[in-house]
């Protein structure tokens, strides 16, 4: 289940690998043809607790090539000096872990964080550079708008994305119009789309216009529908947030706590333990009765 507008962006991929394929054509980026693009996993670890995990990691057997190549997917939604360094990091790690060349992939949702994630990165001295890495960037900057409700019929994942990396843009309206309108003559798949757009325009004024977008196009999905939707959303956002305060304070997190964290949809609860997160010696506190 996808929790926050950050990882809506990548994990769109993790649900529908093939999507790569078709988007960087539109991005003005040849792709070439494969037999398979596999979902690897994140963590790039090395040693506890400084822990490394790159948002979304793919493994692409190229149709003429035995080894194929790696892609590495990051969700940026800001300028983020630190993630330059761990991005030099995710390429070498995974090129000496897998032996296959990686790429990296940055998707961005303005075209301020596009431009600056786009800039080359140097690893040297001025005498000499050891490494030089260049982000692939999909964001607002080279992907075209998708508002034609026939080509968001054809491809509803890619018209997802598309709604994603203009999310800041004045076009946004005409793009959740068309997918509304699609995804309300469908009958299969279309309640999942409905709440991952929902989910993944993140708070604000784009998630009220597609509320409002769903309760005017059909009333398959009315307001009780959406709002659970939201609320839901939010509960996963919580949790989350619960879970990355734990792990950045260092803090091991069993399975057991990790999935109650994950289960719980009782936003008052959760707002207990995301305060108790900021204090506990270990995670099983965070259910302490007081």
């Given at each position: 289940m996808?929790?926050?507008?950050?990882?809506?962006?990548?994990?769109?991929?993790?649900?529908?690998?093939?999507?790569?394929?078709?988007?960087?054509?539109r991005?003005?980026?040849d792709?070439?043809?494969?037999?398979?693009?596999?979902?690897?996993?994140?963590?790039?670890?090395?040693i506890?607790?400084?822990?490394?995990?790159?948002?979304s990691?793919f493994?692409?057997?190229?149709?003429?090539?035995e080894?194929g190549?790696l892609?590495?997917v990051e969700?940026?939604?800001?300028p983020d000096?630190?993630k330059?360094n761990?991005?030099?990091?995710?390429?070498?790690h995974?090129?000496?872990?897998?032996?296959?060349p990686?790429?990296?992939v940055?998707?961005?949702?303005d075209k301020?964080?596009?431009?600056w994630?786009?800039?080359p990165?140097r690893?040297?001295r001025?005498?000499?550079?050891s490494?030089l890495?260049?982000?692939l960037?999909?964001?607002?900057?080279?992907?075209?708008?998708?508002?034609?409700?026939?080509?968001?019929?054809?491809?509803?994942?890619?018209?997802?994305f598309?709604?994603?990396?203009?999310?800041?843009?004045?076009?946004?309206?005409?793009?959740?119009e068309?997918?509304?309108?699609?995804?309300?003559?469908q009958d299969?798949?279309?309640d999942?789309?409905?709440e991952?757009v929902?989910i993944?325009?993140?708070?604000?004024?784009?998630?009220?216009?597609?509320?409002q977008?769903?309760?005017?196009?059909t009333p398959k999905?009315?307001?009780?529908?959406?709002?659970?939707?939201?609320?839901?959303?939010?509960a996963n956002?919580r949790a989350?947030a619960?879970?990355?305060?734990?792990?950045r304070r260092?803090?091991e997190?069993?399975d057991t706590v990790?999935?109650?964290?994950?289960?719980?949809t009782d936003?008052?609860?959760?707002?207990?333990?995301?305060?108790?997160?900021?204090?506990?010696a270990?995670?099983?506190?965070?259910?302490?009765?007081e």
């Amino acid at each position: 289940m996808v929790s926050s507008p950050h990882e809506a962006m990548h994990r769109i991929f993790r649900e529908e690998p093939a999507l790569f394929a078709r988007l960087l054509p539109r991005a003005g980026i040849d792709f070439p043809k494969y037999h398979s693009i596999e979902p690897l996993d994140t963590d790039l670890s090395e040693i506890r607790p400084m822990e490394r995990r790159v948002d979304s990691a793919f493994r692409v057997q190229v149709a003429d090539d035995e080894g194929g190549f790696l892609l590495a997917v990051e969700s940026q939604s800001k300028p983020d000096t630190d993630k330059r360094n761990s991005w030099t990091y995710y390429l070498a790690h995974m090129y000496a872990k897998y032996g296959l060349p990686p790429v990296l992939v940055v998707l961005c949702r303005d075209k301020a964080t596009a431009s600056w994630a786009a800039e080359p990165i140097r690893v040297g001295r001025p005498f000499h550079t050891s490494m030089l890495v260049f982000p692939l960037v999909l964001g607002p900057g080279n992907l075209s708008v998708i508002t034609d409700p026939d080509e968001v019929a054809e491809d509803v994942p890619l018209a997802v994305f598309s709604a994603f990396a203009h999310a800041k843009d004045p076009g946004l309206p005409a793009i959740l119009e068309a997918l509304a309108e699609v995804l309300a003559r469908q009958d299969e798949g279309s309640d999942d789309w409905v709440e991952y757009v929902e989910i993944g325009l993140g708070d604000g004024p784009a998630r009220d216009l597609w509320r409002q977008l769903m309760a005017v196009y059909t009333p398959k999905f009315p307001d009780s529908i959406v709002a659970e939707y939201w609320n839901k959303g939010r509960a996963n956002e919580r949790a989350d947030a619960i879970l990355r305060l734990l792990d950045r304070r260092g803090i091991e997190i069993p399975d057991t706590v990790r999935e109650r964290v994950k289960d719980c949809t009782d936003l008052d609860v959760l707002s207990v333990w995301f305060d108790r997160s900021l204090t506990v010696a270990s995670a099983e506190e965070l259910f302490v009765e007081e």
